[in-house]
């Protein structure tokens, strides 16, 4: 096949079959836990990453890496000390990410490099930027699978878990930084304006089936990797961005089984 022909496509398959799993297993429980908002918030935040590293000419990855992070931490507190007021944090750390990328834009030379962020790109990742993606995807993997069993009982129930002996605010500690991570680190391919859809549309898919928690989080992994590879195709052959043409494989996809399932 003429895609497997050049370099950076296949970079770009590797990196995007490596989000499309990790997005939707950080999804079920944002879907769960009913705070989609964060996502949206933590990705503006990525974007003054983004525009930070341009400026500074650092991978704009890191950029985004160090900001999303930060952000998370501050809306963990927040939702800690004052449960009340989580919908007016996200709001503010959202307006806060929008006008600092706002005000980093002006100092950045060209607009090309911002809308390869906003929209996601499939033309030549840097090498720091497919290795960084690398290792921090197979480390969210992994801690994400760690703490799987605590997580479902978060999602369902704080207060149950807490009596049950699970260390929640650890633990929710522990994934706000991990949706920062993949927020931040899928920002160059998926596109920091889509990835908070790529989070909630393919968990939104797996759960028309109707499985359990578990089998929930692999089938919206599998529709995750479907639509980004499908995406990413369309995307080489019809010259189109491909987070936009992932999210609307999805839509596509979830309206579908919408229609069938009303049959």
Avoid at 119 to 135: E, H, R, V
Avoid at 227 to 239: A, N, P, R
């Amino acid at each position: 096949m003429e895609i497997f022909q050049y370099s950076y496509m296949i970079k770009a398959l590797i990196v995007g079959a490596f989000l499309s799993i990790i997005i939707p297993c950080m999804g079920v429980v944002v879907v769960n836990k009913k705070i989609s908002v964060i996502g949206d918030a933590l990705s503006h935040v990525s974007l003054a990453g983004v525009m930070l590293g341009l400026i500074t000419s650092t991978s704009p990855v890191i950029g985004a890496l160090i900001l999303c992070v930060v952000g998370s931490i501050f809306l963990e507190y927040v939702r800690t000390k004052f449960p009340g007021y989580q919908e007016i944090s996200s709001a503010i750390l959202m307006s806060t990410g929008i006008g600092l990328a706002s005000l980093f834009s002006g100092f950045v030379k060209t607009s090309a490099n911002f809308e390869e962020y906003l929209f996601g790109s499939i033309i030549a990742i840097p090498q720091l930027d497919f290795y960084l993606i690398l290792g921090v995807s197979i480390i969210v993997f992994f801690l994400f699978s760690y703490l799987f069993v605590d997580l479902m009982y978060i999602s369902f129930d704080e207060s149950s878990a807490r009596l049950s002996g699970v260390n929640v605010d650890r633990i929710n500690l522990i994934f706000m930084i991990l949706i920062a991570v993949t927020i931040s680190v899928s920002a160059r391919t998926v596109g920091i304006l889509i990835i908070s859809s790529l989070m909630v549309v393919p968990v939104a898919c797996a759960m028309q089936f109707k499985l359990g928690y578990l089998k929930t989080t692999i089938l919206a992994s599998g529709f995750g990797f479907i639509f980004t590879m499908l995406g990413l195709v369309l995307s080489f052959y019809l010259g189109l961005k491909p987070g936009g043409a992932i999210v609307l494989i999805g839509v596509l996809f979830l309206t579908i089984l919408l229609i069938i399932k009303r049959k």
